[in-house]
């Protein structure tokens, strides 16, 4: 692998503002450092071909990645003047001689979330069709072509009816079949290369989609997520409904519409006034069609909602299955479920009794057609106005007009309303505030420091009255700070609010002086590491666990973090040792192994701020020493720690403490002090020799000692 042109590609996407992929060099294999090596490099990454810019480039189009075959691969910042160039070369700049043999080329970085651009689900959709306007002038130019050979059979069964059959002229009729033959060959391939060509675009569209909503869902801030999991996933699961909409069968249906207008002109070429018929049997249908859409319009929205409803309960259940078994709530989830169930089925019964009256109407009506074209066909033959081969070819062609396009109509209108359903409710996710919505404008410093201060800040959950008011707290760079507090005083409210997980409702949270929410998300979790009390994995292996988001520093390094938290241990005992597939949620592994790897991880991360919530409550006694050992350890003098805990023995690697209650904080100070202060209150309770010792005996005496503040008791263990 090039480090070279890595790097140069690194320094431009941090240039242009845009956040990479962790891994992406990880997936670069040797690409030179010759011309075409840009290319190769974005070929391996499934990037866009790289854009090559004019010999000389215009202001505005810099900065650029340039190459010159003296000095190879480099970054035009800017023009310096009228044939002089400033160049990027490492951490240096330096002027130089505009050459004609150099080349400038512009790279297009994947950007799933589109840089947190608000943009309706609709648009999404259109945009990714319109970009692929090739391939649908490809398929327009065939279905023009389809359509014009149908012409072909019922002008050939006219051709047969009226010279063939009273002349008895077979020469002739084997020169139309032959020619037919050839005609419905062409159709053949046109219609499978149409088909193939959009089915492959399809695929791609359906990928580039999923990718962006996956990414959008990704994104949006904790605090905004409502409702459930299963509810959030069965909305995402509409695009499938809205992707079904844009297939290529109802492409090439409303295709198809136009040329239902120009059979009508060939109908009235060969039959003058039975033209009639089709001419309000066509329009008859499109007006019952628009009805059929008003009428279950709503309902298709009631039933969509019913049914997320639905799916989010199922991953409920399964989901909580041990809370369930365990507390004989199975019936309970079964008569949530088929009320559910009930639910749905009565929004969804005008729909499909609606859908069936349609059908009903819309056979009718073809049959109605057919026997009215016939009928005054019949007519217009024995008046002389046209012959039996012109009513042959006119009823076949007017099939074009009410058969498969009348015969399609209820079932994409029902399908209209559930892809427009599915469309608001892809709406509401992109509607959501998300994480990364500043794009290019965010700030990115190379490094931030861990000073952290709170001003006038108040935060609180939808639906409740009282919430996290904190007036002002100022965390210096390199401070360690404990945080205490009773069961719902806000600890992890706070701690996720310093880590940019959630946004203040009022109030600023700055680090090093920036607003938290103007940092770049790629910036900010580089350097501001958080652990949650409950440490959740994902599907993957122990490795992929470890390493997410972060470049592989090698097997070494990884195992001599775990080795310091103790992890090295289930890593050792497997057979499959760092690749031990992990279930979801990390099911089979205990909740200190899980936390053992969260806490690797951080380790393997190295931020400069450390937010820690109770990172040694699924610990034993010795894990614990050893992580408390470990923290020790990594931390550096410039490293700052703000540690929420219910364990006496973590404050000791706490110089100040802070105490919550109801939101406030009642206590900030220096530790022993807090603490003295807080005993001195008579609200902290501190335990004696004797309580500790026959605590560790196995005894469990009466109250459970430690720190106590507003009801939550804090152990020395």
């Given at each position: 692998?090039?480090?070279?042109?890595?790097?140069?590609?690194?320094?431009?996407?941090?240039?242009?503002?845009?956040?990479?992929?962790?891994?992406?060099?990880?997936?670069?294999?040797?690409?030179?450092?010759?011309?075409?090596?840009?290319?190769?490099?974005?070929?391996?990454?499934?990037?866009?071909?790289?854009?090559?810019?004019?010999?000389?480039?215009?202001?505005?189009?810099?900065?650029?990645?340039?190459?010159?075959?003296?000095?190879?691969?480099?970054?035009?910042?800017?023009?310096?003047?009228?044939?002089?160039?400033?160049?990027?070369?490492?951490?240096?700049?330096?002027?130089?001689?505009?050459?004609?043999?150099?080349?400038?080329?512009?790279?297009?970085?994947?950007?799933?979330?589109?840089?947190?651009?608000?943009?309706?689900?609709?648009?999404?959709?259109?945009?990714?069709?319109?970009?692929?306007?090739?391939?649908?002038?490809?398929?327009?130019?065939?279905?023009?072509?389809?359509?014009?050979?149908?012409?072909?059979?019922?002008?050939?069964?006219?051709?047969?009816?009226?010279?063939?059959?009273?002349?008895?002229?077979?020469?002739?009729?084997?020169?139309?079949?032959?020619?037919?033959?050839?005609?419905?060959?062409?159709?053949?391939?046109?219609?499978?290369?149409?088909?193939?060509?959009?089915?492959?675009?399809?695929?791609?569209?359906?990928?580039?989609?999923?990718?962006?909503?996956?990414?959008?869902?990704?994104?949006?801030?904790?605090?905004?997520?409502?409702?459930?999991?299963?509810?959030?996933a069965a909305q995402l699961r509409g695009m499938e409904q809205v992707r079904g909409l844009y297939s290529s069968a109802s492409l090439f249906l409303l295709a198809d519409f136009p040329f239902a207008i120009f059979f009508l002109f060939v109908i009235w070429?060969?039959?003058?006034?039975?033209?009639?018929?089709?001419?309000?049997?066509?329009?008859?249908?499109?007006?019952?069609?628009?009805?059929?859409?008003?009428?279950?319009?709503?309902?298709?929205?009631?039933?969509?909602?019913?049914?997320?409803?639905?799916?989010?309960?199922?991953?409920?259940?399964?989901?909580?299955?041990?809370?369930?078994?365990?507390?004989?709530?199975?019936?309970?989830?079964?008569?949530?479920?088929?009320?559910?169930?009930?639910?749905?089925?009565?929004?969804?019964?005008?729909?499909?009794?609606?859908?069936?009256?349609?059908?009903?109407?819309?056979?009718?009506?073809?049959?109605?057609?057919?026997?009215?074209?016939?009928?005054?066909?019949?007519?217009?033959?024995?008046?002389?106005?046209?012959?039996?081969?012109?009513?042959?070819?006119?009823?076949?062609?007017?099939?074009?007009?009410?058969?498969?396009?009348?015969?399609?109509?209820?079932?994409?209108?029902?399908?209209?309303?559930?892809?427009?359903?599915?469309?608001?409710?892809?709406?509401?996710?992109?509607?959501?505030?998300?994480?990364?919505?500043l794009g290019g404008s965010a700030l990115r410093p190379d490094q931030l420091n861990g000073a952290l201060k709170i001003e006038r800040l108040e935060f609180a959950y939808p639906g409740t009255k009282d919430g996290l008011v904190v007036p002002l707290l100022?965390?210096?760079?390199?401070?360690?700070?404990?945080?205490?507090?009773?069961?719902?005083?806000?600890k992890t409210t706070l701690l996720r609010v310093m880590a940019g997980l959630y946004a203040p409702h009022r109030g600023i949270v700055t680090l090093d002086g920036l607003d938290i929410s103007r940092i770049a998300e790629s910036t900010l979790r580089r350097?501001?590491?958080?652990?949650?009390?409950?440490?959740?994995?994902?599907?993957?292996?122990?490795?992929?666990?470890?390493?997410?988001?972060?470049?592989?520093?090698?097997?070494?390094?990884?195992?001599?973090?775990?080795?310091?938290?103790?992890?090295?241990?289930?890593?050792?005992?497997?057979?499959?040792?760092?690749?031990?597939?992990?279930?979801?949620?990390?099911?089979?592994?205990?909740?200190?192994?899980?936390?053992?790897?969260?806490?690797?991880?951080?380790?393997?991360?190295?931020?400069?701020?450390?937010?820690?919530?109770?990172?040694?409550?699924?610990?034993?006694?010795?894990?614990?020493?050893?992580?408390?050992?470990?923290?020790?350890?990594?931390?550096?003098?410039?490293?700052?720690?703000?540690?929420?805990?219910?364990?006496?023995?973590?404050?000791?690697?706490?110089?100040?403490?802070?105490?919550?209650?109801?939101?406030?904080?009642?206590?900030?100070?220096?530790?022993?002090?807090?603490?003295?202060?807080?005993?001195?209150?008579?609200?902290?309770?501190?335990?004696?020799?004797?309580?500790?010792?026959?605590?560790?005996?196995?005894?469990?005496?009466?109250?459970?000692?430690?720190?106590?503040?507003?009801?939550?008791?804090?152990?020395?263990?």
């Amino acid at each position: 692998m090039t480090e070279k042109l890595t790097d140069i590609v690194a320094d431009f996407a941090r240039a242009t503002a845009t956040d990479l992929n962790p891994h992406w060099r990880d997936r670069v294999g040797e690409t030179g450092e010759d011309r075409d090596a840009l290319a190769r490099l974005c070929g391996e990454l499934g990037w866009a071909s790289p854009e090559m810019l004019p010999r000389r480039p215009r202001a505005h189009t810099l900065p650029a990645l340039m190459f010159s075959d003296d000095s190879g691969w480099t970054i035009a910042e800017e023009w310096e003047g009228q044939d002089l160039l400033r160049v990027r070369v490492g951490h240096a700049t330096e002027v130089r001689p505009y050459d004609a043999t150099m080349r400038f080329y512009r790279v297009v970085f994947p950007d799933a979330g589109r840089g947190g651009e608000q943009i309706k689900a609709s648009q999404i959709f259109r945009d990714a069709i319109m970009r692929r306007r090739g391939s649908l002038v490809t398929a327009l130019v065939a279905t023009v072509m389809v359509n014009i050979i149908a012409l072909v059979t019922s002008l050939y069964s006219m051709q047969v009816y009226d010279r063939v059959i009273p002349r008895g002229g077979f020469a002739t009729l084997w020169v139309l079949t032959v020619g037919v033959a050839v005609a419905l060959l062409l159709d053949f391939l046109l219609r499978a290369v149409r088909s193939l060509l959009m089915e492959r675009e399809a695929a791609q569209i359906d990928m580039e989609i999923s990718e962006y909503f996956f990414a959008r869902s990704q994104a949006v801030r904790l605090d905004a997520r409502g409702g459930g999991i299963g509810t959030m996933a069965a909305q995402l699961r509409g695009m499938e409904q809205v992707r079904g909409l844009y297939s290529s069968a109802s492409l090439f249906l409303l295709a198809d519409f136009p040329f239902a207008i120009f059979f009508l002109f060939v109908i009235w070429w060969l039959g003058g006034i039975i033209v009639l018929v089709p001419l309000i049997a066509f329009p008859l249908s499109l007006l019952l069609a628009a009805i059929l859409a008003g009428l279950i319009r709503d309902a298709t929205e009631r039933a969509q909602v019913t049914g997320n409803r639905k799916n989010g309960l199922l991953v409920e259940s399964l989901d909580s299955a041990e809370t369930v078994k365990a507390n004989r709530g199975g019936w309970y989830m079964l008569s949530r479920w088929n009320a559910l169930i009930e639910s749905v089925i009565s929004s969804e019964e005008p729909i499909r009794k609606w859908s069936a009256i349609a059908q009903s109407v819309f056979g009718t009506i073809q049959q109605v057609a057919y026997v009215g074209l016939v009928a005054f066909g019949a007519i217009e033959v024995a008046r002389g106005n046209m012959t039996i081969g012109g009513l042959i070819a006119a009823t076949i062609i007017a099939g074009r007009v009410n058969g498969p396009l009348i015969a399609q109509l209820p079932g994409l209108i029902v399908q209209w309303g559930y892809a427009r359903s599915s469309l608001k409710m892809l709406d509401q996710i992109l509607d959501l505030p998300a994480d990364g919505q500043l794009g290019g404008s965010a700030l990115r410093p190379d490094q931030l420091n861990g000073a952290l201060k709170i001003e006038r800040l108040e935060f609180a959950y939808p639906g409740t009255k009282d919430g996290l008011v904190v007036p002002l707290l100022d965390i210096r760079a390199g401070e360690r700070v404990g945080m205490i507090g009773g069961i719902g005083s806000g600890k992890t409210t706070l701690l996720r609010v310093m880590a940019g997980l959630y946004a203040p409702h009022r109030g600023i949270v700055t680090l090093d002086g920036l607003d938290i929410s103007r940092i770049a998300e790629s910036t900010l979790r580089r350097d501001v590491g958080y652990l949650p009390q409950e440490f959740r994995l994902v599907n993957g292996t122990l490795r992929e666990n470890l390493l997410m988001g972060l470049s592989d520093p090698g097997d070494q390094a990884v195992l001599a973090a775990a080795a310091t938290t103790g992890l090295i241990q289930l890593i050792a005992a497997h057979p499959l040792g760092l690749d031990l597939a992990i279930s979801e949620g990390g099911r089979g592994l205990s909740g200190g192994q899980r936390t053992l790897t969260g806490l690797t991880r951080l380790l393997l991360a190295n931020p400069t701020l450390w937010l820690l919530d109770e990172p040694t409550s699924n610990l034993d006694a010795g894990t614990e020493a050893a992580v408390m050992s470990a923290l020790t350890a990594k931390l550096t003098p410039e490293s700052t720690m703000v540690l929420v805990t219910h364990k006496m023995a973590l404050l000791n690697l706490c110089t100040r403490v802070i105490v919550l209650a109801n939101g406030r904080m009642t206590h900030d100070g220096p530790t022993k002090a807090v603490l003295a202060d807080l005993q001195a209150q008579g609200v902290a309770q501190v335990k004696s020799a004797t309580e500790a010792a026959a605590e560790a005996a196995g005894f469990a005496p009466p109250p459970a000692g430690g720190v106590t503040t507003g009801g939550a008791t804090f152990s020395r263990s």
